[in-house]
Nanobody
Framework: QVQLVESGGGLVQAGASLRLSCAAS????????MGWFRQALGKEREFVAA????????EYADSVKGRFTISRDNAKNTVYLQMNSLKPEDTAVYYC?????????????????WGQGTQVTVSS
């Protein structure tokens, strides 16, 4: 069982940066592939970024590639999402997710555990 708690969201202007954190409970965090997804109001949940359990593999949605960076610190049971050059279209609730097993980074239904989400609002 893994519990995930996101933090770091907020209201920023376009062009600003934010760093989201996701703290995980449990001793097996280092065995989980981790992902970030987001859901804007009235839209489907979409993949943002993912990182493998070892940190060696990462993957990004085209819409955030070059602006967002996912990382993890297994010693701290935490995964991060550094978001730079934020745009109004990045406004959404951001969710952290954990998957035990094979590398399936873009498929939300493949993730086993989810956090409660943190709101990111980018004003123009």
């Amino acid at each position: 069982q893994v519990q995930l708690v996101e933090s770091g969201g907020g209201l920023v202007q376009a062009g600003a940066s934010l760093r989201l954190s996701c703290a995980a409970s449990g001793r097996t965090f280092s065995t989980y592939n981790m992902g970030w997804f987001r859901q804007a109001l009235g839209k489907e949940r979409e993949f943002v970024a993912a990182i493998s359990w070892s940190g060696i593999s990462t993957e990004y949605a085209d819409s955030v590639k070059g602006r967002f960076t996912i990382s993890r610190d297994n010693a701290k049971n935490t995964v991060y999402l550094q978001m730079n050059s934020l745009k109004p279209e990045d406004t959404a609730v951001y969710y952290c997710a954990a998957r035990y097993g094979s590398w399936q980074p873009r498929i939300a239904n493949e993730f086993d555990y989810w956090g409660q989400g943190t709101q990111v609002t980018v004003s123009s």
